[in-house]
């Protein structure tokens, strides 16, 4: 990996600089992108996350392109909390199969009236902790103390994607604004846990609103460890079924527009990816991206398992990150790293050889 660049991070990007940098032709807009990704990560690598819905449906939100939505008919049923041993089972799973990122996700807007279920899961964070994981967890929105009991309990990462621009956010959403979202974000990264926040392209939005998101996140007072891309993945029942797949270009341009703007923030090509053949998700890995997720499924959408990733990124010369590898999160992780489990590795092997070695 190329040293660091001695150019500061910025947190002054207008938007028209930022939408110039979206309209660039496109091959120089990877390439530069490609350029600023050499700066700041090792290019050979690529972080494995694996995600588990802890907790489905029945969510009192309104977002229209959600199936856990209790405001639409879907096919998806709620259902309970999930007891902790599956949820550890699972983990164990994901660290096997070399995800180094565990996440779970539980439908609720927020943690009111929860004190058990909030208890509980702070035991599924200190074990997966405990396995030399990154936890992450994605539970609505937080206040500071609950944030710092999560921070206290081993949580590495807290995700709350902003989903689109301010201006376009009210059209998608309506029961929880955009100042709600940015102030959960407040209290994690308070908390000294990294965050993870994006968006989700395909929504009907904009140009503009995907240029709107990246400044928004850009302007925060520390860049997110970590933007997750988007593709929405139409649902049954839900007011966006019917909308058209995001544009591949599109796609790419986002990507590589919000490398160029984050430098040292993890590029995660999230829900969608499935829909992207080899090459189309190598040019995605050139122009920046340097996480996915992988295992079974993601939430309510699926996901490539992990053999197939394991095969592909070795055909690519990938290799998986190791547990805290990137350097804002070992930052926040302090002393507690230094004296917790070794990280795991997360070494790619072609899939005959996982299965000679099982």
């Known amino acids: 990996m190329a040293s660091a660049s001695s150019r500061p991070t910025r947190?002054?990007?207008?938007?028209?600089?930022?939408?110039?940098?979206?309209?660039?032709?496109?091959?120089?807009?990877?390439?530069?992108?490609?350029?600023?990704?050499?700066?700041?990560?090792?290019?050979?690598?690529?972080?494995l996350c694996t995600l588990m819905n802890i907790k489905t449906g029945g969510c009192t939100e309104d977002c229209s392109y959600c199936s856990q939505s209790s405001k639409y008919s879907t096919p998806t049923k709620a259902s309970r909390l999930v007891e902790i041993e599956p949820v550890l089972e699972a983990a164990r799973k994901a660290k096997e199969n070399g995800s180094t990122r565990f996440c779970m996700g539980a439908a609720w807007r927020d943690l009111a009236g929860r004190k058990r279920g909030f208890e509980k899961i702070l035991t599924m964070v200190r074990e997966v902790r405990g396995m030399g994981m990154e936890v992450c967890t994605t539970l609505g929105m937080l206040?500071?103390?609950?944030?710092?009991?999560?921070?206290?309990?081993?949580?590495?990462?807290?995700?709350?994607?902003?989903?689109?621009?301010?201006?376009?956010?009210?059209?998608?959403?309506?029961?929880?604004?955009?100042?709600?979202?940015?102030?959960?974000?407040?209290?994690?990264?308070?908390?000294?846990?990294?965050?993870?926040?994006?968006?989700?392209?395909?929504?009907?939005?904009?140009?503009?609103?995907?240029?709107?998101l990246i400044w928004e996140v850009s302007s925060m007072p520390e860049h997110p460890e970590s933007f997750p891309v988007n593709a929405l993945v139409p649902i049954p029942g839900t007011p966006l079924e019917d909308n058209e797949p995001v544009a591949y270009h599109t796609l790419l341009r986002t990507i590589a527009t919000a490398r160029i703007v984050l430098p040292t923030t993890i590029i995660r090509l999230a829900a969608g990816r499935q829909t992207l053949d080899e090459s189309k998700q190598a040019m995605c890995f050139m122009a920046g991206a340097n996480a996915v997720f992988t295992g079974e499924q993601m939430l309510t959408t699926p996901c490539s398992p992990w053999d197939e990733d394991k095969t592909m990124m070795a055909r690519w010369g990938l290799d998986g990150m190791r547990s805290f590898e990137q350097t804002n999160v070992a930052k926040k992780e302090g002393s507690r790293l230094s004296s917790s489990t070794p990280t795991s590795s997360a070494k790619v092997v072609p899939t005959t050889e996982v299965t000679a070695s099982s």
């Not at 990007?13 to 979206?22: D, L, T, V």
């Open 11 to 47: 947190h002054d990007w207008a938007k028209s600089e930022i939408q110039e940098i979206y309209n660039a032709p496109l091959l120089d807009l990877v390439y530069r992108a490609a350029s600023v990704h050499r700066q700041h990560h090792d290019p050979t690598k690529i972080q």
């Open 143 to 212: 206040s500071p103390e609950q944030a710092r009991q999560l921070k206290e309990a081993g949580l590495t990462a807290y995700n709350h994607n902003l989903d689109t621009s301010r201006e376009f956010y009210p059209t998608v959403i309506t029961t929880r604004s955009y100042d709600e979202r940015l102030d959960t974000i407040s209290a994690v990264r308070n908390a000294g846990i990294s965050v993870c926040s994006g968006g989700i392209l395909g929504l009907g939005e904009s140009d503009a609103d995907r240029v709107g």
